[in-house]
């Protein structure tokens, strides 16, 4: 019973179907999983509902899905970078949740750890806050928000082995070790697939058990804001 | 002559201590780290994941796999981690930064805060400003007193959707500086830029602030 | 002639799957670590932070830091990775472990569990016995079916302060195995201990089980 | 202002104080903080209120402040092993709370984190879940547990620098990590302070925001059941 897996596309088969929800780690268009956003626009799998910070840019990243529109929903905390998704948003043709990115990242973990609920300052007293149950602790007001988890969580890595212990590289991190608790079903794909024992057991970032699926799989690794500074 | 938006991050970088965690929102703010005075030791904290962020890199040496919450290449310190988004939130939230220094669009005598949405205009999300606000120790909103039609925006009300209510602790504008008094839960006039006059900045500040 | 407690191990070890996440309680249910099936890959967790538990060091390789949750020393695996309790209590408690085999002083016909406190005596704690049982996918837990006296542990009610409600799948003793039928909400005797009568389980099972 | 000090004492200094909340890091006596705990004693505070999931041996660990009488409570999930401690607590001299050992590790997470609350299915139905609000997520039951936190945290990690960046060895990390977050000064005592750059950024567990005092110091780190096999 390997979890690795030849190609994205092989990494993701049976297990794309409409109307999943799917979380895609990253920030911006660092850390996305480039080969399962692709391999997971050539399943057709649509009315999906979308939980990752980011909707990705027009054409890359999650912006591929936007375009065969295969999403449904996004759950996000900023999609400024995309004309399609305004253009579809704006029509009406998606739905959107914003979620603060603290409250997301903090939702996402405990949908990962058995946690329905947790209460949080963020967002008391705004739009974030309507709807919500209010409770005080010692004087101060607090708003519940509830765990998510997912069908499928798509997470990139930089390395990782065939146990599905993974390390990720510098903040190419941020969603993804969180996404991989909450996913039903995780898949990873990593820069490269070492071998077992090659990773050091005090600094693995994800074990194992929460990876289902591995490939290695070449990015692309695009940059959005190139900034330099004179040599 | 009021401030230019370098001397606005300069006065702000007057409110660094050493030691100090600081988050520094886009635009403006993040003008500040050029100000940081020689010697004091300052970390700076970047909420996709990063403490002891560096200087943006020499062309060639950008890594994809490294970049801050502007989405802009960046590189490493010496004392520099990283570490995962839910960690992150945790030291904000947590009131683990000693400071956040943040753009805004109105902040009112209250201390409210408005810098994510327009309603009409398109939405693009709020990503980590609402938790900064809320969890962060210090706020200090940095922004142009007046709009492009010249109207305040130190407000009696935000008449935007709020980023957070009754967070901002200190407001710095072209015009000067106001320091939110705990005692009066009123903003007092600390300091004018140089040839503003009292006048100037009381016929541009609609919020009721203490000028004496 | 009932089980010996390395009987009960090696049965409860035929629950066992290819590429399960097992947390083994102490005392019986730690040697179902000996009988793991050649080719099998079974992974087990030690709840104080380690993914991959390997075998007792050789004497004189031990490490002061690295133990078990029974605070034994062990050595790592290839295939080990360490973690905080928090990140090993969200495996738990989400769901994330396949199976818990563990102690038991009583089990009730419902499915719940008491292990962790006797009345009168001093208490020790629960450790993470609550957590396991109330997280992990599948529970069974390994006990002698009678007390000292010969009364029945395996019954219609618990009398001690519970660990966890209604979450024993299964019921392995020295008589024999008891899987929870979900349909009937009810444990049925699977198998019986060599030699032992279906009279004598009777006998010695207060709780409502479906014998046939 | 240098995190460094030079003792576990110094690193204590002016802190200390009657009725305090600590926080201690270590399972069993695997990575607790052994000089920072004699240092501890030797401060003299009592009306203690410790945090840690065990209580630690007679005379050793956690037992030198239940011989000297400066501990008043105990939060933990399993106090076994010290019978000083039974003697106390069974004559009515130290309270005592229990937590199962997950709910305490989430509770001193979210203390760390911002989070006054969150729902938890452990306890439910159990002595534990008695006076705590009762809540169903999707026709399920939980229980609302606070969050915790601390005056001081004293943990022990294998590595840290200047910064308070530290690294864990092996299972000598467990609550140590949280608990760094909980406190509202925390002090770490480690085997070696590395120079500021030595640690891998990518590879850090505690960041040095989480630290605001840093001690070298020899440990002893005994064995509670040393468990050998045949060569």
Redesign the interface.
């Given at each position: 019973?390997s979890k690795v897996f030849s190609t994205a596309g092989e990494a993701l088969g049976g297990l794309c179907h409409d109307g999943l929800t799917i979380m895609s780690g990253g920030?911006?268009?660092?850390?996305i999983p480039e080969n399962l956003i692709a391999a997971l626009r050539d399943s057709g799998a649509s009315d999906l509902t979308v939980i990752s910070?980011n909707a990705g840019v027009d054409g890359f990243g999650l912006g591929q899905l936007l375009e065969t529109r295969q999403i449904k929903k996004m759950i996000?905390?900023?999609?400024?970078e995309n004309k399609e998704f305004?253009r579809q948003?704006?029509g009406g043709e998606l739905e959107l949740e914003?979620n603060?990115?603290?409250?997301?990242?903090?939702r996402?973990?405990?949908?990962?750890?058995?946690?329905?609920?947790?209460?949080?300052?963020?967002?008391?007293?705004?739009?974030?806050a309507e709807g919500k149950e209010h409770?005080d602790?010692?004087g101060?007001t607090?708003i519940l928000e509830?765990g998510l988890k997912a069908d499928i969580a798509i997470v990139k890595a930089?390395k990782g082995?065939a146990?599905g212990?993974l390390?990720?590289?510098?903040?190419?991190?941020?969603?993804?070790?969180?996404m991989a608790?909450a996913g039903q079903i995780t898949v990873a794909e990593v820069d490269e697939i070492v071998p077992?024992?090659a990773?050091?057991?005090?600094?693995?970032?994800t074990?194992?058990?929460?990876v289902q699926r591995i490939v290695e799989a070449k990015c692309e690794?695009?940059?959005?804001?190139?900034?330099?500074?004179?040599? | 002559m009021s401030w230019t938006r370098n001397e606005m991050a300069a006065r702000a970088a007057q409110e660094l201590e050493d030691g100090f965690y600081v988050n520094l929102g886009i635009g403006i703010p993040t003008l500040v780290a050029n100000h940081i005075p020689d010697g004091m030791s300052v970390t700076l904290q970047?909420?996709?994941?990063?403490l002891g962020m560096g200087?943006?890199?020499?062309?060639g040496e950008?890594?994809?796999?490294?970049?801050?919450?502007?989405?802009?290449?960046?590189t490493?310190l010496p004392k520099s981690s990283?570490?995962?988004?839910?960690t992150?939130?945790?030291m904000?939230?947590g009131g683990h930064i000693d400071l956040s220094i943040l753009g805004a669009m109105e902040v009112a005598e209250n201390g409210?805060i408005a810098n994510w949405?327009i309603p009409g205009k398109?939405?693009?999300?709020?990503?980590?400003?609402?938790?900064l606000v809320?969890?962060v120790k210090r706020c200090i909103a940095l922004f142009d007193h007046t709009n492009k039609r010249g109207e305040s925006k130190f407000i009696k009300a935000c008449t935007l959707?709020?980023?957070?209510?009754?967070c901002i602790d200190m407001v710095i504008t072209d015009l000067g500086v106001f320091e939110r008094d705990k005692a009066h839960n009123q903003f007092r006039l600390q300091e004018l830029a140089p040839k503003v006059t009292l006048d100037e900045v009381k016929a541009k500040t609609e919020a009721d602030v203490i000028f004496e």
């Open positions: 019973m920030f911006g268009l660092c850390g910070n996000s905390s900023y999609v400024g305004e948003y704006l914003f603060p990115q603290g409250t997301l990242a903090e996402i973990r405990a949908g990962g750890a058995g946690i329905p609920g947790f209460y949080t300052k963020t967002g008391v007293g705004t739009l974030i409770k602790f010692e101060e607090f509830t930089w082995d146990e212990n390390i990720f590289k510098a903040t190419a991190r941020n969603f993804s070790p969180m608790m077992v024992g990773l050091d057991p005090n600094f693995i970032h074990p194992g058990i929460f690794k695009r940059i959005e804001q190139l900034t330099v500074r004179e040599a | 970047s909420e996709n994941g990063m200087p943006f890199p020499i062309a950008e890594d994809a796999d490294l970049i801050n919450a502007g989405k802009q290449t960046i490493t990283f570490f995962d988004s839910a992150s939130f945790a904000i939230r409210d949405m398109m939405v693009k999300g709020m990503g980590g400003a609402m938790d809320a969890g959707p709020l980023t957070g209510q009754n």
